[in-house]
């Protein structure tokens, strides 16, 4: 794919999943900043833990907020190089953002890795 072909289905699908969030999840998005970077960076790579990364939550999730409740800045990123090396195609790639900004905003709402494998889980049974 051509660069403003990947840049126009990330674009897409960020929207795509943005539309299909409830509305009670979707109101609460607005001190989120939605990026997307190339590479993650090394540091990034250290502080998450991982070798590899398709999005990265940084900020205090929702559910750490201060008594009084305000709101801090926060952001999601996503990495553009390793989602389009991981896809088959255009609909994969949308389907990659898609799934990956879903986890990241999941973050925002302090659901753990451990809790979306569990429901990723509970989700492919039926349960």
Do not use: C, N, W
Request: net charge negative; aromatic share 4%; charged share 30%.
């Amino acid at each position: 794919m051509e660069p403003a072909e990947v840049d126009a289905v990330i674009d897409a699908a960020i929207e795509r999943a943005l539309t299909r969030l409830p509305a009670a999840f979707a109101d609460r998005l607005p001190s989120v900043a939605i990026v997307v970077e190339d590479e993650p960076t090394p540091q990034q790579l250290a502080d998450a833990g991982a070798v590899g990364l398709y999005g990265l939550y940084q900020g205090i999730p929702r559910t750490r907020f201060s008594a009084d409740g305000i709101a801090v800045p926060s952001k999601i990123t996503l990495f553009r190089g390793p989602i389009l090396r991981a896809s088959r195609s255009a609909s994969d790639l949308g389907e990659r953002i898609e799934a990956t900004l879903i986890h990241e905003i999941a973050h925002h709402f302090g659901i753990s890795d451990d809790r979306l494998r569990e429901l990723e889980r509970e989700r492919r049974s039926g349960a």
